[in-house]
């Protein structure tokens, strides 16, 4: 077999896997929507089956052969060329999936479900004791699946990676501490300005009809192609890209406070721009799927806060949001409305929290995974140990555990490693968005003007065509020209609060 005819095999086969987990997506969006609730045991098959299947696939002997069959030849000989990209992500992929014992992997998806329902249910009866043994036995697989995957300097960076290829601890915990050094003056500093802005404005009567439509008016603005895509409703939104022509984003309303849907639908947005604009020709293999988490919460970021918090989307926007609820904002002027998008106010749940407080939940999570992982914290002393760094970090006292350390779903789903994206995200948002204003100088008069057209064909060159052809900080550096650093996000959120807050 010619390298070229293994190359054109091994990508027959990754697609073909691929086709299996979008089947998988399309009944993860159903059973989010309209699955009928009695139909969850019958799902639940559907899915294991599919992921065994794929997982088969993914890690069938034959795929090492092929790749070792490509690999030192000049097929791959051009480290950037697509061949030697996807042919780099499937080897990384396939020897983090057989390094792990099939025991783990089962044992891992067994404890996860389980521990989601228990996780719930201690959330909701606001009872930590129900979730620790659940925790207990996590933190211990994770271990062992760091272990078995192996790393240079952390446990922590074996699973970092799985989210942020090529990422490390150490070198996020200098960017980290540095960004914290950075916002704690500049939070205290806004609480001590003595301004806050009209917050009643957002929680008046919104009529749910109306902000649907107004809601999906905006997303179309933006860029996002409902030819190709859904916007529907649930209880935990999110994004799916299902594969070419078909990417359902979905929110959640609620009539009396403006924000909680109208936000979340841009972010679904910038995510779905994203895989709407992934190559469609390179669909199911490396190159035709997103870079990583970071870089896409760099997107969704992007739309919501970059764009959509920014005083030129609401020149053009306000006024008609007046006209779509005129009795409700009656007495509410653009700048009224401007500042109370712009609201900065410690509180206690991260999905809640503004632009720059918002990194402040995310540090305090990441500090406290990597204590779990090292064995430093026990999973029984977290609810101290989140107390103690809230207090410290954000001066406020967590009054229970749901409000504290069991807010979050993702470690009961053993996604440690995975809430550093989302303050990469806005790193890497502000950075490239100073990279399109200086490409773009008239983006502000553009958006002015509904019109957010340049900015999208900006990041289709930038980032969307790419796939995973670049590991994430290399597709950083080829677009910014710059390594990873907190500058541009603090002066981005310093050039927005000074003014509104009088600093
Ligand atoms: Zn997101």
Redesign the pocket.
């Known amino acids: 077999m010619t390298p070229e005819q293994a190359y054109s095999d091994l990508i027959d086969r990754i697609r073909e896997a691929s086709v299996l987990s979008s089947c998988a997506a399309v009944l993860g969006w159903d059973e989010r929507t309209y699955m009928p609730r009695q139909g969850a045991a019958h799902r639940a098959r559907q899915m294991a089956l599919l992921a065994r299947l794929g997982h088969e696939r993914l890690t069938a002997p034959v795929i090492g052969e092929r790749l070792s069959q490509i690999e030192g030849t000049s097929l791959v000989a051009e480290p950037d060329s697509i061949p030697a990209a996807n042919v780099r992500e499937i080897r990384r992929a396939y020897d983090r999936a057989v390094k792990l014992p099939s025991d783990l992997v089962e044992e891992l998806a067994q404890v996860t479900t389980e521990a989601q329902g228990a996780w719930q249910r201690a959330r909701q009866e606001n009872d930590f004791a129900q979730f620790r043994p659940w925790l207990e036995r996590i933190v211990a697989l994770k271990q062992r699946e760091a272990d078995a995957v192996g790393y240079r300097e952390s446990r922590y960076d074996a699973l970092l990676d799985e989210f942020e290829p090529g990422a490390t601890s150490s070198e996020i915990a200098r960017l980290f501490a540095d960004l914290s050094r950075e916002l704690t003056p500049l939070i205290a500093a806004i609480r001590e300005s003595g301004r806050t802005p009209r917050r009643d404005v957002l929680q008046r009567e919104f009529p749910v009809d109306r902000q649907q439509m107004f809601g999906q008016a905006a997303a179309a603005a933006l860029g996002f192609d409902f030819d190709s895509g859904r916007l529907d409703t649930t209880t935990h939104p ?2 799916t890209g299902i594969g070419p022509g078909d990417t359902r984003i979905l929110t959640r309303y609620n009539p009396r406070f403006f924000s909680e849907a109208f936000f979340g639908i841009l ?2 947005t ?2 779905g721009m994203y895989e709407q604009g992934l190559p469609p020709d390179h669909a199911g293999t490396p190159c035709g799927s997103a870079c990583s988490f970071g870089i ?2 760099s997107q ?2 992007m739309w919501e806060n970059q764009v959509g918090r920014s005083r030129p989307f609401w020149d053009h926007f306000f006024p008609r949001l007046r006209q779509t609820f005129p009795e409700t904002l009656r007495d509410v002027s653009l700048d009224d409305w401007y500042f109370a998008v712009n609201d900065v106010q410690p509180s206690f749940i991260r999905v809640e929290a503004d632009e720059a407080t918002y990194n402040l939940h995310i540090i305090l999570r990441f500090e406290l995974e990597q204590a779990l992982m090292t064995g430093d914290l026990a999973p029984a002393d977290l609810p101290g140990a989140w107390n103690d760094r809230f207090r410290a970090m954000l001066k406020l006292s967590p009054p229970n555990d749901a409000q504290g350390c069991l807010q979050d779903i993702h470690w009961s789903f053993g996604g440690i490693g995975y809430f550093p994206t ?1 303050t990469l ?1 806005n790193l890497y948002a502000a950075q490239f968005m100073v990279a399109a204003r200086r490409d773009l100088p008239r983006l502000d008069e553009d958006f002015r003007r509904g019109d957010f057209q340049a900015l999208k064909d900006w990041l289709r060159d930038a980032v969307y065509q790419h796939g995973q052809r670049y590991r994430p900080i290399e597709l950083y550096r080829r677009i910014t020209g710059r390594p990873l650093e907190n500058r541009p996000f603090i002066d981005y959120l310093r050039d927005k609060y000074e003014p509104l807050y009088g600093l």
């Open positions: 999110f994004c972010h679904e910038g995510h896409h919460e969704s970021r989302y995200g």
